[in-house]
């Protein structure tokens, strides 16, 4: 079965990207207790000093559907606002294979 993920650009106001990777923090903590999330990585961009990138992966659409609507993640939505430049860029995607991808 296909499992659904997501590559997320975060954008920030300039000089915000730490303050976003503090909001985000909280998301980490949120998602080790999610027993259908399988992957929720963030990552700094090396070229732009202002951007985050999420990539996340799911046992199922369900899962993914919950960690969206979860309490954690509206609360995040709530936080993130006075800090983004841009809105946020989202990647619906499904793996194909790769090192550590458990397909």
Known sequence: ??????????????????ELLAALDTMLEAVAAEPGT????????????????IFEMYESAEAMAAHSTSDA???LMGALG???????????????GGKGVDL
């Open 1 to 18: 079965m296909a499992k659904p993920s997501m590559f997320v650009k975060l954008s920030t106001q300039p000089g915000k990207r730490a």
């Open 38 to 53: 399988q992957v929720y990585s963030i990552h700094t961009d090396d070229t732009d000093e202002n951007a985050v990138w």
């Open 73 to 75: 993640m509206k609360a």
């Open 82 to 96: 006075p800090l983004l430049g841009d809105a946020p860029i989202l990647a619906a995607t499904t793996p194909y």
